[in-house]
């Protein structure tokens, strides 16, 4: 029983990590259609923003919370940035185009921002400072637990639960939920549709630029490469738990984060990928909407 | 001047002219119907009024203003509403959330909010006791006078309704057109576009007939609808059978 | 002022010369330009040159495999390197392993990645592009991770020590030799793309790539043709895969990632999709810039993602763009004169009917003589969500009639004409046609039962001229197979001329012959409906839907259009109408059913109908007993 509980554990971890990734495929996808292969790497220039900040410029230093803060804030507004400005220069002027020339743009943004990253932080694998957060943890019944782990899942819980009260209660929140249904409707409210596509990318960044964060701090190791394969889990989770579904993504994210650990504790690590890869293939045979439905724009 | 004027509107789509040259007014307490077959360009003269169509020439001015090239949000902020042919409300949002989004541009007044909801509900008492309910079960008429009170959350001063008795009893469609009434007489004016002619000339002040883009007929409600040229727009008049 | 003539001239004479250039059919430009270019490459000796030339003609041959899913049928691959490495490790597992000549492998090689692309490609492409996207990387990856855990192909270190081919006894060793393959193989390549690009299966592969949907109801199978394309694309990938293999000796999962993926879409977009020159551009600038910019080699995929938005952004046709040169309309053709056209259409037709009522006869279904039911619907009822768009409709249609189908807005009649046409699948009801029922079938397949149609604001296929979209509606009278296609055999020729013919005789029909070589989009909408029908005629249908064909047209056009369905009646079609417009279908039909709000309200003869009270309160609404109380002034 003991390996299960632990395996559960990190997959939990981990889940709640592409959690906040599948989220920013999904708000996207399910206001405008649009596959932001980008959004993996957003979580990569979000871990490189935040190292710079801890071992550049030697935050690390500071008082924990102060640096903590300090490395998720910036983060998250510097990739907010630049989602923007996918948005405005690569984006935009496609969205009527085909399909096919959205995609293949999407694609070449995915490219740019990773040899960007790769020509800005070198290709050498970096780290976040190892011994910034305490080592230690608890036991919760048999299931050891550290703080590291408890804190960074804290953290992604708090956002989400912070995405869910601003889609669920805010008006501005109501509207974006509008857009997945049609668009020229809530222009007739007075919604202005394309502030509210632009607030999509801002969450969407944030929330990838998050858990890039999370992911430096809980595995140390970052590198330029790291948002290819992130990116297509948080996909497959984003279309797992049924694309443009925002309880949805959290879901699938979970899952695919409980996937992968058993997976590597019970197989091998050479075999996640497959089955992760296998995981989406047939769910987009067997049930294209996913496990909760989708929520997507009929009428753009 | 009147409060809404639309001057010789030119609307294409691609190279098909759907609209050669409407010209139209509206006035604040007063009903303007505006009627004709299929594929006239009804819909089209309010959503290029509206905001969502951009019209190739002519003009549009609402209290002396022009809206031609004003985006679709910005037209709602001046105080038109269009309520569109089938009704497009949120069905995965509630009856509350819908009307809450019809109050966007007043979200920082959460009390007129709340305010302008109750005098919503107070007009389709229906709407009040489905308040919680996902706007996507609702009935057709339900649905239909939910849109009707989304749109008039934001208190316009024109409202525009494209087919509101479409896929409605007949019982229903003439409580809907009731209530469209009553909104006008408390000052706002409307522009009523309708299938069902007589009905919607029963409640209208003025009317205009639209064929194939053009006005061919207009006039005081009250003389068209005894004009058998109305009868012969929509179906064709008393023609050859055929094979002559 | 004389500059400009001088210019005009010069340019009437480049354009004079290309045309000439025209004439010489394909396969012998391509052999002498490749030629050209190889024997100077050949010729300078240089072996470093010889071996980037090799490269290019490899990631050229790449390029046009997946140019061919790309380009021609319009699907996002992002695994292409799958069958670069299914390809390749074939060929290096059979010729260490079993040792086999690399010539024996070939086949071999081609045949697991055309069953790879099978197996992978039927659940996945009916899939929209962007899932179909996702899926495909899925692929690529899949293949390099299976392919790096399996310890029998090497796993991580892969296969060494790969021998050179041996052709009949001539060992290949030099980069030279290697090269002579490659533009051998990079030739025949070309040769088939372009015969492939102009049969039937290129158009298909146009239309679907436009309008996926007008061109499954017109009877292109485009599941099919999605899959001739992955398949045949992922073919020429695993060949160039078994090249590549030998060539470089050795071959390791790390030949085969998702950047290769990348790189190959590179050099299609770069060059321009569905471009053949565009291809060799492309690879040419791939592979060739990393060398010529050597010091900027590292930021290589820099340098491309930047080039791979650009071009998206301000040059999206590519480098070299794809030149859909006007054709030239029935080239070759013999000239007939028009009672003769009109003879032998009808002739044609008549012959036809009489084959099929023979084979229906003979399989034992009944066969509907004129004014008997040709499609019966029955308790037909559509549902979506809470609203029941067709409730219980039940009506038949006479074969050789003209019956149409009105009602106010919102009515369902659109709803059932989707239900009879396979677009939609009806909640309940029968519809039968001919005898056979055609509910739940495929659009292409209804098409192939005999039902054709138009839509409801016209869908032709924009980027083609019109003889070309009349000819796609002749996609399910072609007799011969794709294999015949690519290698443009005669029997190919015939059928070719044969439909040419026939797309004329039709467009003759319908009073367009004059316009047949220009482009869909330049016509006036109402000549643009005629040939809507056209197309919907080429397939020989016993039964046409047409969905509001007279929106948009003023009363001289609508006059010529009752002409033509008069006329269609008089070839024995039968014809189904849904109009808005009173008069003409006052005037035309014989038969006129009711809708409204999804019921059947009334059915009879025109003037019937025209009287009757329950459809006149349908359209303009009921009298009303109550007064409305209107306000006084504003």
């Known amino acids: 029983m003991g390996p299960f509980l632990e395996y559960t554990v990190i997959g939990l971890t981990v889940g709640s990590f592409y959690a906040l990734v599948a989220l920013g495929y999904t708000i996207v996808y399910g206001i405008i259609r649009l596959i932001n292969f980008a959004q993996g790497d957003l979580s990569m220039v979000g871990a490189f923003l935040g190292w710079t900040l801890l071992v550049s410029f030697g935050f690390q230093r500071l008082p924990l919370y102060l640096a903590l803060i300090a490395a998720f804030v910036v983060p998250m507004l510097g990739t907010a940035v630049v989602n923007l400005g996918i948005l405005q220069f690569a984006y935009k002027p496609l969205l009527k185009k085909s399909m096919l020339a959205i995609l293949i743009t999407a694609l070449g943004m995915s490219l740019f921002l990773q040899n960007s990253a790769e020509l800005i932080w070198g290709p050498a694998i970096q780290a976040y400072p190892p011994n910034l957060l305490p080592a230690n943890g608890l036991f919760m019944g048999p299931v050891h637990l550290t703080y590291v782990q408890i804190a960074l899942v804290f953290v ?145 | 001047m009147a409060l809404l004027e639309i001057h010789d509107l030119r609307v294409f789509y691609g190279n098909i002219e759907a609209l050669k040259g409407i010209s139209l007014e509206a006035e604040p307490g007063h009903i303007v119907a505006i009627l004709g077959g299929n594929g006239a360009g009804k819909t089209t003269t309010l959503r290029t009024i509206s905001g969502l169509l951009r019209p190739r020439s002519g003009s549009i001015t609402y209290g002396g203003k022009s809206l031609v090239g004003m985006q679709a949000h910005a037209i709602v902020a001046m105080g038109l509403s269009h309520v569109p042919e089938g009704r497009r409300i949120f069905g995965i949002l509630t009856v509350e959330e819908n009307l809450n989004l019809g109050g966007y541009l007043i979200r920082s007044n959460q009390g007129l909010v709340k305010e302008r ?46 087919e509101p008795s479409l896929g409605l009893a007949p019982m229903l469609a003439r409580s809907v057109l009731k209530t469209v009434r009553e909104i006008a007489n408390r000052g706002t004016a409307i522009l009523l576009v309708e299938q069902n002619a007589r009905q919607a000339l029963a409640i209208s002040d003025q009317a205009y007939v639209i064929e194939v883009g053009k006005i061919v007929l207009q006039g005081e409600a009250a003389s068209l609808a005894s004009d058998e040229r109305v009868q012969k727009a929509y179906l064709g008049g008393f023609e050859a059978v055929a094979g002559a | 002022m004389i500059a400009r003539l001088a210019d005009h001239r010069a340019g009437r004479a480049f354009i004079a010369s290309r045309d000439q250039l025209e004439r010489i059919p394909f396969f012998i430009r391509v052999i002498v330009i490749l030629a050209i270019v190889g024997g100077s490459v050949l010729l300078n000796g240089d072996d470093y040159v010889t071996s980037v030339a090799v490269s290019v003609a490899t990631y050229a041959m790449l390029g046009l495999g997946l140019n061919i899913v790309v380009g021609y049928a319009g699907l996002l691959d992002l695994g292409y390197a799958a069958f670069f490495a299914i390809g390749a490790y074939t060929s290096a597992m059979l010729m260490t392993i079993a040792h086999w000549n690399f010539f024996a492998t070939l086949p071999l090689a081609v045949l697991f990645t055309g069953t790879a692309g099978a197996i992978l490609g039927y659940p996945t492409l009916r899939l929209r592009s962007d899932y179909l996207a996702i899926v495909t990387l899925g692929f690529g990856e899949m293949t390099r991770i299976t392919f790096n855990n399996w310890d029998y192909a090497g796993g ?479």
Request: proline share 4%; net charge neutral.
């Open chain 3, 156 to 634: 991580p270190n892969g296969i060494l020590d790969i021998p050179w081919p041996n052709f009949f006894g001539y060992q290949l060793s030099t980069q030279g030799d290697f090269f002579v393959v490659g533009l051998v193989l990079l030739a025949i390549a070309m040769i088939f793309a372009q015969n492939l690009d102009h049969s039937r299966l290129g158009r298909g592969w146009v239309a679907i790539k436009e309008d996926e949907f007008a061109a499954e109801s017109v009877g292109v199978p485009s599941l099919r043709l999605k899959l001739f394309a992955y398949v045949m694309g992922g073919m020429w990938g695993g060949l160039a895969g078994a090249f590549f293999a030998t060539r470089i000796g050795a071959i390791d999962p790390t030949s085969f990632t998702f950047q290769l993926s990348v790189l190959v879409l590179i050099v299609i977009v770069l060059g321009g999709t569905g471009s053949l020159p565009g291809v060799l551009l492309g690879a040419l600038v791939v592979v060739g810039l990393p060398e010529v910019l050597r010091q900027f080699a590292d930021q290589r995929l820099l340098i491309f993602a930047v080039l791979l938005i650009g071009v998206m952004l301000l040059r999206p046709q590519g480098l070299w763009p794809r030149v859909r040169r006007k054709p030239k309309p029935f080239y070759g053709l013999q000239e007939e004169e028009a009672g003769d056209v009109a003879a032998r259409i009808l002739g044609e037709h008549q012959v036809q009917m009489e084959e099929r009522d023979r084979r229906h006869a003979a399989a034992g279904h009944q066969v509907p003589q004129p004014g008997e039911a040709l499609l019966e619907v029955e308790g037909l009822v559509q549902q979506f969500g809470g609203l029941r768009a067709v409730d219980n409709v039940s009506f038949n249609v006479q074969r050789g009639e003209i019956f149409s189908l009105i009602g106010p807005n919102g009515g369902g009649k659109t709803t059932v004409f989707n239900c009879i046409t396979g677009v939609q699948k009806p909640k309940r009801g029968r519809i039968r046609f001919d005898g056979r029922s055609v509910v739940g079938l495929r659009p292409h397949v209804i098409v192939s039962r005999g039902i054709g149609r138009t839509f409801q604001g016209i869908r032709l296929f924009k980027n083609m001229a019109v003889f070309e979209n009349v000819m796609v509606g002749l996609y399910p009278r072609h007799r011969t197979m794709t294999w015949q296609a690519m290698l443009h055999t005669p029997g190919e020729r015939t059928d070719e001329l044969r439909t040419l013919q026939e797309s004329r005789r039709w467009l003759g029909f319908v009073g367009l012959e004059s316009l047949a070589g220009r482009l869909a989009t330049e016509l006036s909408y109402a000549d643009q409906r005629r040939v809507e029908i056209a197309r919907a005629l080429a397939a020989h249908p016993h039964l046409v839907l047409f969905d509001e064909p007279a929106a948009g047209m003023n009363p001289t056009e609508k006059l010529e259009l009752v002409g033509i369905i008069r006329k269609i009646r008089d070839l024995g079609i039968t014809v189904l109408l849904i109009e808005h417009d009173m008069s003409l279908v006052m005037r035309v039909s014989d038969r006129i059913g009711v809708l409204d709000h999804g019921v059947l309200i009334a059915l009879g003869k025109p003037a019937e109908v025209q009287q009757n009270p329950t459809v006149i309160e349908a359209y303009l609404g009921r009298d009303e007993d109550d007064v409305i109380v209107k306000a006084q002034g504003a």
């Open chain 1, 156 to 300: 992604s819980l708090l956002l989400m639960g912070g995405l869910v009260a601003f889609i669920q209660r805010t008006t501005v929140g109501t509207a974006m939920r509008a857009l997945a249904v049609d668009h020229d409707a809530a222009r007739l409210m007075g919604i202005d549709v394309d502030a509210i596509i632009r607030l999509a990318f801002v969450l969407g960044a944030m929330l990838a630029a998050a858990s890039g964060v999370m992911l430096g701090l809980y595995y140390v190791q970052i590198q330029f490469t790291m948002g290819f394969l992130l990116g297509l889990r948080a996909f497959t989770a984003a279309v797992l738990g049924g694309i443009g579904n925002i309880p949805g993504a959290m879901a699938g994210g979970m899952l695919i984060g409980l996937l992968e650990a058993y997976t590597t504790g019970y197989l091998s690590g050479k075999w996640e990928d497959v089955l992760v890869f296998g995981v989406l293939i047939t769910v987009l045979i067997v049930k294209p909407t996913g496990l909760f439905g989708e929520r997507v724009a009929e009428r753009m």
């Open chain 2, 117 to 162: 909801k109750a005098a919503v509900y107070a007009l389709f008492p229906r709407l009040a006791e489905r308040r919680t309910q996902l706007a996507g079960t609702l009935s057709g008429g339900e649905q239909q006078m939910l849109a009707i009170g989304r749109a008039l959350m934001p208190d316009p001063k024109v409202l525009m309704l494209d």
